[in-house]
């Protein structure tokens, strides 16, 4: 059963960097992965989308100019998301999403087909 496994997370100071990957098992492709993330008593929130052929990206006003999301050259089904300037507010669980439906949309965060795959999560704390 193809599936999606989040790496990277941990726990970093304010101002700090954290490197997240995503990477697919079993016999999956999508044309559109992103990251969305969780905080404790918040909704979960789409913060960055690829076009992992393409490289076209979206992001979300929160993360933009500060996470940036790219798609591995050599291995399929692999992306990361470089966070930089991490903030407690940042603080949350992150999830990558492939969309491996016929129609997808970056500006949904790759979750407007109906064939979406989650990953289980990937903690990040950021303290102050």
């Known amino acids: 059963q193809a599936q999606l496994m989040e790496s990277g997370g941990g726990s970093v100071q304010t101002g700090g960097s954290l490197k997240l990957s995503c990477e697919a098992s079993?016999?999956?492709?999508?044309?559109?992965m992103a990251w969305f993330r969780q905080a404790p008593g918040k909704e979960r929130e789409g913060i960055a989308a690829i076009f992992p052929r393409g490289g076209s990206t979206f992001y979300a006003d929160s993360v933009a100019g500060r996470f940036k999301i790219s798609a591995n050259r050599t291995k399929n089904m692999l992306i990361h998301l470089q966070m930089n300037d991490l903030q407690p507010e940042d603080t949350a669980t992150y999830y990558c999403?492939?969309?491996?439906?016929?129609?997808?949309?970056?500006?949904?965060?790759?979750?407007?087909?109906?064939?979406?795959?989650w990953g289980q999560g990937t903690p990040v704390t950021v303290s102050s």
């Open positions: 079993g016999n999956m492709y999508s044309n559109c």
């Open positions: 999403v492939a969309d491996v439906s016929r129609q997808v949309s970056l500006s949904k965060f790759c979750t407007y087909g109906d064939q979406v795959v």
